[in-house]
């Protein structure tokens, strides 16, 4: 499933693009608008991003559980050098002590990355804070050819920007970005 970056100038253009997509079969559930002004998406019943896209909770989340996991297994060989509670301590100790630094650091790892913007949307910050729209579309690869030509088509004021392969993988950058008309070309083909 591949996840289409199309940036809208305007409200009511990702109203008709919103209702365009509906009708070549894409389903709300697939269609996620970033935007500064979320009072305007509810009025007018566009369905908005969540936190899990928005934020960089899972791909931080991820990175304090790793962290976590290492700073478990030192303590585990910290154990094992020092003996602080004698020579029988039994193995499940050892891995209950890797479970509690790995989730203890997936979980601060996830406090931390409720703070941070998702490092996929950090480039397109600028345009969503000057008011433009951010639509998220996932399509599946039959659905991609309807989406490019109904885009193509009937909007030519939205621009992708952007095709990333695995929006919901949180360690992978988007693959390809357009901004000069070169570069929109091959995205359009990509």
């Avoid at 499940?92 to 630094?101: D, F, M, P, T």
Wanted: a negative charge; aromatic letters at 12%; hydrophobic letters at 45%.
């Amino acid at each position: 499933m591949k996840c289409f970056y199309y940036l809208a100038p305007t409200l009511k253009s990702t109203h008709e693009i919103s209702d365009d997509l509906h009708g070549v079969g894409i389903k709300d559930f697939y269609i996620h608008v970033i935007s500064k002004d979320e009072s305007g998406l509810r009025q007018h019943h566009i369905h908005s991003s969540n936190y899990l896209e928005t934020l960089d909770v899972i791909r931080v989340g991820f990175m304090g559980a790793a962290l976590g996991f290492f700073v478990g297994l030192l303590c585990i060989e910290a154990m094992r050098y020092f003996q602080p509670f004698g020579p029988d301590v039994p193995e499940y100790v050892y891995l209950i002590v890797a479970a509690l630094a790995t989730l203890f650091g997936a979980w601060e790892g996830g406090l931390i990355g409720v703070g941070i913007e998702n490092n996929k949307l950090v480039r397109f910050h600028d345009d969503v804070e000057a008011g433009k729209y951010l639509i998220l579309i996932y399509a599946r690869k039959q659905k991609e050819d309807a989406i490019r030509a109904m885009m193509g088509d009937k909007h030519g004021e939205a621009e992708l920007i952007a095709v990333d392969r695995y929006f919901l993988n949180p360690f992978t950058r988007v693959i390809r970005s357009a901004r000069s008309g070169a570069d929109s070309k091959a995205l359009q083909k990509g």
